[in-house]
């Protein structure tokens, strides 16, 4: 049994970040590994196996379509969906699913939502509640300063907004480049 390797990503996903895993997975299951496996066949009927790429290029793609949607169906069963709610929460405070409008010390401001590890790659400003910069903003509230340290030093920000619907004034999120696992 292999040894697992740095800290366990937090179990929590906004409904956004499941939709997207159940989405993939469904694609998978019902899109790219049938294609896959229609081609094996194809290439397998040609002949000698040893010798065909298409063969070999398409095992090789349909066990990595298999790994992946055993780590998508075994990440879905242990993550907990976690609906910001906006209507019962104090608008000024920083949880899980707010989005923060910071500025930092020369007057620079950054725009973050705090979300799962696990869905950091849909936007730009998805910053992981594990990230150095989500812990220290969780419970603040608006005007609050905080001190972050990050790789390239200290950092001192103010609080100037806290929502749980994204702010007006950001591009939509299908402009953030997205990561799909070799689909």
Sequence with gaps: MAARRGPRPSPYITPEGAARFR????????VERPRVTQGVADA???????????YIYGK????QIDRRI????KRLDELEVVVPDAGRRDDTQVFFGAWVRLEDD??????????GADETDMDPHYVSLDAPLAKALLR???DD???VRTPK?????????????????????????????GV
């Design 60 to 63: 090789k793609r349909l066990r």
């Design 145 to 147: 300063e905080v001190t």
């Design 153 to 181: 030093g200290v950092r001192e920000l103010t609080v100037l907004e806290v929502a749980y619907a994204r702010f007006d004034d950001l591009p939509p999120p299908e402009t953030a480049p997205t990561r799909r696992w």
């Design 23 to 30: 989405e993939e997975l469904t694609l998978l299951w019902t």
């Design 106 to 115: 020369e007057g620079r401001e950054s725009v973050h939502r705090i979300v």
């Design 44 to 54: 397998a009927a040609e002949g000698d196996r040893s010798e065909n790429a298409e």
């Design 70 to 73: 055993r780590y998508l169906e």
């Design 140 to 142: 603040k509230r608006v």
